[in-house]
């Protein structure tokens, strides 16, 4: 798959280690199979042909073949050429023994690189048109669990100054309940790490149902999130030492979060500047 516009689509030739770590566990058993061994062995994507890769993951060449397009490349060449470009500064590991400050530097390193990586996934496209979406609806509920419920949340306080009619839901009944209510001009923006969690497909089904449009904002661009979303903005995760896995997508999912106030606010300007002074003046007396 080639890009149309640099400037609007994430970087197909690169990031195939990203997409993988992202699509894996939608992927059938045959791929997966040809997955693991690339994510156990990188480097034997770069130097192996397609019949030694499919003999060391004991798969066809045909499901090596159908590995690569699953990624978004024409075959395992465009494949290998990816892979040698993403290996040329591989990320660094962090050593068992590392001290305090290796420690904090690897930190902030796997943060900057997952969001280096998810501006490589991300379709600049697609979040122009979930921007637009957002903007012309007429009510706006935006979901999330768990993990993904801080971003959710966060994203409600990100737009309340634009003046939309919305509601943040991070409890699947609460969910449901305002899904149920949604029509064909309003929009449910669902947030979700695996994308494949029960509580928020329920109510993106039943938004779905009801004729609203679904976002999604996932880490796994083949998950039943993903799918049955019109539109999907893709983040990278970079797990983090004694964090919980659920929390691995927040600084990416953040940061969409941030690119879509930002573009939303464009249109709103004077609006969100008179809101935004209305919050801040309502924090003052709080405080």
């Known amino acids: ?29 045959a791929v ?5 061994l690339i994510l156990k062995q990188p480097e034997m994507a770069i130097y192996a042909s397609v019949n030694e890769v499919a003999a060391a993951a004991g798969v066809s060449e045909a499901t ?18 990816a892979m040698a ?3 040329v500064a591989p990320p660094t590991r962090l050593p068992e023994d590392a001290g305090p400050a290796t420690l904090v530097r690897s930190i902030f390193k796997a943060n900057a690189a997952a969001l280096e990586e998810t501006l490589e996934v991300l379709e600049i496209q697609q979040l122009l048109q979930a921007g637009q979406v957002i903007e012309n609806c007429r009510r706006l509920i935006i979901g999330g669990l768990r993990g993904s419920a801080l971003a959710a949340q966060y994203a409600a306080i990100r737009f309340a100054p634009l003046g939309l009619d919305l509601c943040c839901f991070t409890e699947t009944y609460q969910m ?6 949604l029509g064909r001009e309003d929009v449910l923006l669902a947030i979700s790490h695996s994308g494949s969690t029960r509580g928020i497909l329920t109510p993106a089904r039943v938004a779905k149902d009801n004729g609203a449009r ?19 903005l893709v983040n990278a ?7 919980p896995d659920c929390l691995a997508a927040l600084p990416s999912q953040i940061s969409i979060i941030d690119c879509l106030a930002t573009l939303l606010q464009q249109g709103r ?19």
Do not use: W
């Open 214 to 232: 679904v976002l999604a904002i996932a880490s796994n661009p083949l998950s039943p999130l993903a799918r049955m979303a019109d539109l999907v």
């Open 176 to 181: 449901s309940m305002g899904t149920a209510l």
């Open 1 to 29: 798959m080639e890009r149309s516009n640099p400037e609007e689509r994430g970087d197909l030739q690169s990031g195939a280690l990203i997409r993988l770590r992202g699509v894996y566990p939608s992927l059938k058993a």
């Open 32 to 36: 997966q199979k040809v997955a693991s």
């Open 237 to 243: 995760v970079r797990v983090l030492p004694a964090a």
């Open 64 to 81: 090596v073949m159908r590995f690569c397009r699953t990624l978004g490349f024409k075959g395992f060449q465009d494949f290998k050429i």
């Open 85 to 87: 470009r993403e290996l």
């Open 269 to 287: 300007l004077e609006e969100a500047r008179a809101n935004l002074a209305k919050i801040e003046g309502a924090l003052s007396g709080a405080a």
